[in-house]
């Protein structure tokens, strides 16, 4: 079906003959109809990720007592954390923690031991320096946390471009966190971010009429 368009036209695979924001091709590969304003592909294909924001987020094991084993968030150099912000836990095996604040049950704990380890500063060895591995929700990832060694852990933000249907997000904001919520404005469609790494966001993408589905984006790629 050739929708009516005028394929003697050299740039017809470039013209958006309905005003949905998506080109003749967009819509020829998305099996939409290039006439409808109201049939257009995934919306989803308009957003771009456009900025990775990485915050310091330092943590520390400092000691161990008993089955417990004392691990907290400190200052990152040159600043203060507001007192909100800070935590201290006396984490045991196999629960979660810090049991409040912004970052509440980020970080599992799953091992203990111990092992020698070379001092950073000095190049001389420690023997039988305690470790913890701890699991962080965040990234996904097994983290070792070596005594009185500090760790930084990053928080991402993402922010967001969007040019499709409706042209907008509500709410719209500069940066994104990890489980806000959005809507691409005009399409249907509701996103709430799963994941965010140094280089790529994971989102559900829920849409009307349509099953939930996980999107990914990467800095770079305007999708």
Do not use: C
């Amino acid at each position: 079906m050739d929708h009516r368009l005028p394929f003697e036209r050299n740039d017809v695979a470039e013209m958006d003959p309905d005003g949905d924001r998506f080109s003749n091709q967009q819509e020829f590969e998305g099996g939409t109809d290039p006439n409808n304003k109201d049939d257009y592909p995934d919306a989803t294909g308009k957003l771009v990720l456009t900025k990775i924001t990485a915050l310091p987020y330092l943590v520390m094991f400092s000691n161990a007592g008993g089955n417990a084993f004392s691990i907290k968030r400190i200052d990152p150099p040159g600043a203060r954390l507001p007192r909100e912000e800070k935590w201290s836990s006396w984490a045991e095996m196999g629960l979660t923690f810090p049991e409040s604040g912004p970052e509440d049950n980020r970080f599992k704990l799953i091992s203990d031991g111990a092992k020698d380890v070379a001092n950073p500063a000095t190049g001389r060895e420690r023997t039988d320096v305690p470790f913890v591995m701890v699991e962080d929700s965040t990234s996904g990832e097994t983290i070792e946390l070596i005594q009185r060694e500090k760790v930084d852990l990053p928080v991402y933000k993402a922010s967001f471009a969007y040019d499709g249907p409706g042209a907008g997000m509500t709410p719209k904001k500069d940066e994104y966190d990890k489980g806000d919520v959005f809507k691409l404005d005009g399409a249907g469609t509701d996103l709430k971010i799963l994941k965010i790494t140094a280089d790529s966001a994971e989102l559900e993408s829920t849409a009307e009429g349509k099953n939930p589905k996980t999107i990914k984006k990467s800095l770079g790629n305007a999708e």
